[in-house]
């Protein structure tokens, strides 16, 4: 298929397809509305299904029954909107179903403002939902990247029987780059009897499926949390991925930058290297697992001094970074929100004074 | 060849077709001839990338940039500022209107009907064949029956805008100017002009376009890319 042009948002909905998923369920909210208006057109035309709900509260139920049906299925919302959405990803974390989230995140807190953030790092490494649960995070730093990583996420989220999610801040979404797909996946979860409930016909286990999060035996609650803690950790040593940018070179601060931020800055490290400054940076793909062993490699570079965390954001993913360098060198955030957007120029002003 | 266009222009489209980024270089392009230009920011549908945020480089140029009030210009809401009905009520020079994407984006001028009645009016439809839904000529005209419909207005042109941004070649220039010909063909319209990047003009084939062509300097760009200076 030869390059098109296309808006991430609208290259999010078309992954989703490509990746065999038919069920999409969403409430439009800016700046991610675009996937909903592109999927409106295309659904039909594929046999699949679109339906707006009457909130995102809703809509996080209607992807809970039909991933408890065994169907594919995935919404997009920006913050506001994965709020109301939190309670029906911890239910779905709980039941143990696979299901796919994309934030195109907007500034907050609150309704906050329609421009690019990456404000909700905390929520979706940490916070997504009440209880021990905890979800997949990938986040792309390009169009062509969303595309990949939407269709990755369907089979990791069937392969781990949990919520995954793909974190764009609202350009990711919004901005216009050259894309191609890949060929159409299996449009079907292989390992559904395990957990849907679509009746014992079809199915070659015998083992009676129930889909619920409610464990009132302690004993089965805790059981329960610990399959999940078991899943979690098999994230953290299978799932990481990380791009890591000019680190064989002899440098003196080490950069830690997710998304389209991180850009912004390869754009200043290429500058200061011109210039004669080496700077290394370090891009988690994954935020949940967070690539914690690559940052602490990376910061024992011996002519390392410094480690800045540039974040579109007053400061959250340098909490993770803090604790990979456990201390060894000093760690420092610098960022901007609101729909701000640090520029090459400032980030060099401040890796140049830090690093000194 | 370049284009040469005044009195009241509005550009429309489909949704991520390059409207803004070919209303802006127009705009600066027919200011560079001495026409005195004013460019107004119809899209009521975009919430990025859009004429507002090229206004610093637009006013500094002389381009005058008709934008909602400050206080909601980075708000997702419809606003039709009512200075838009007195550029049309006075269109000296060239009065551009960029409009939103889609019939959704062009329904805005159905409002504006009463301002434009029995004025002469160029409508010119941006069709980029390298974006999802315009990469047919069926399906360009198929958009330019939807957005006809919700305008309330006649399509009078056709504008080819071929690219995938940064990885367009000349060859997608040429094969995007057959298709936008033939697209303008089957629609009885004129293909009124083409855009390249300055870029690509300096080595692509002039002889075999029969249309103007107008000159793109990139100026919606992300926040690790830098804009061409506009204005010559």
């Known amino acids: ?356 | 060849m370049e284009p040469e266009l005044t009195g009241i222009v509005i550009v429309v489209g489909a949704y991520g077709s390059g409207k803004t980024e070919v209303s802006i270089n127009l705009a600066a392009h027919m200011h560079s001839l001495g026409t005195a230009v004013r460019l107004a920011d119809l899209d009521l549908v975009n919430p990025y990338f859009r004429t507002r945020d090229a206004r610093n480089t637009l006013e500094h140029l002389g381009i005058e940039v008709i934008l909602p009030p400050a206080s909601y210009m980075y708000a997702d809401l419809p606003i039709l500022t009512p200075k838009v009905s007195g550029l049309l009520r006075n269109p000296a020079g060239l009065a551009l209107l960029d409009v939103g994407g889609d019939d959704v984006g062009a329904t805005v001028l159905a409002a504006l009907a009463d301002s434009l009645k029995g004025k002469q009016v160029e409508v010119l439809m941006v069709v980029n064949p390298n974006r999802p839904h315009t990469d047919t000529i069926k399906g360009c005209l198929k958009m330019r029956n939807e957005i006809e419909d919700k305008a309330k207005l006649s399509i009078t042109g056709i504008v080819g805008n071929a690219n995938v941004m940064a990885e367009t070649t000349t060859k997608d220039i040429l094969e995007g100017y057959d298709f936008c010909r033939k697209v303008a063909g089957n629609g009885k319209l004129p293909l009124v002009f083409i855009t390249a990047t300055t870029e690509l003009l300096t080595r692509l084939d002039k002889k075999a376009i029969q249309c103007p062509i107008l000159s793109i300097r990139r100026q919606l760009t992300t926040p690790w890319e830098e804009a061409e200076p506009l204005g010559r």
């Not at chain 1, 209607?62 to 594919?72: E, I, K, P, T, Y």
């Not at chain 1, 360098?325 to 890796?351: A, F, M, N, Q, R």
Request: one cysteine or more; a negative charge; aromatic letters at 8%.
């Open chain 1, 1 to 356: 298929m030869p390059k098109v042009l296309m808006k991430g948002n609208e290259a999010i909905g078309e992954a989703a397809i490509r990746a065999g998923c038919l069920n999409y369920f969403a409430y439009p909210i800016t700046p991610q509305s675009e996937v909903a208006e592109y999927l409106v057109r295309r659904m039909p035309e594929v046999g699949g299904v679109f339906l707006q709900g009457e909130s995102e509260v809703a809509v996080g139920y209607m992807l809970f029954g039909a991933a408890g049906a065994g169907a594919r299925v995935f919404t997009t919302s920006s913050s506001p909107g994965i709020s109301l959405m939190s309670e029906a990803i911890s239910y779905i974390a709980g039941a143990q179903c696979p299901a796919v989230f994309v934030n195109i995140v907007r500034g907050g807190p609150g309704l906050g403002g329609i421009l690019p953030s990456q404000g909700d790092y905390f929520q979706a490494t940490k916070g997504i939902g009440h209880g021990d649960c905890r979800m997949l995070v990938m986040a792309p730093a390009s169009v062509q990247e969303a595309v990949e990583m939407v269709m990755k996420a369907f089979p990791l989220a069937e392969k781990y029987r949990n919520p995954v999610m793909v974190l764009g801040d609202g350009l990711i979404g919004q901005m216009m780059e050259p894309v191609e797909f890949p060929d159409h996946l299996k449009s079907e979860p292989t390992n559904k009897d395990a957990w849907s409930t679509n009746g014992m016909d079809h199915r070659n286990s015998k083992k009676r499926n129930i889909v619920k999060s409610l464990f009132l035996d302690p004993a089965l609650l805790n059981d329960n949390n610990l399959q999940l803690k078991a899943k979690y950790d098999q994230m953290r040593s299978d799932e990481v991925m990380f791009e890591a940018y000019n680190t064989d070179s002899e440098y003196k601060g080490l950069v830690v930058s997710f998304g389209t931020m991180s850009r912004v800055c390869r754009t200043a490290i290429d500058l200061m290297k011109a210039d004669g400054i080496e700077i290394a940076m370090i891009r988690p793909k994954t935020l949940f697992p967070f690539p914690e062993k690559a940052v602490a490699d990376a910061s024992k570079k011996p002519t390392c001094t410094h480690i800045i965390s540039v974040e579109m954001n007053m400061g959250q993913m340098v909490e993770d970074v803090d604790l990979s360098v456990k201390g060894h060198l000093p760690v420092s955030w610098y960022g901007k929100c609101g729909g701000e957007i640090p520029t090459p120029e400032e980030i060099i002003d401040v890796v140049k004074s830090r690093i000194a």
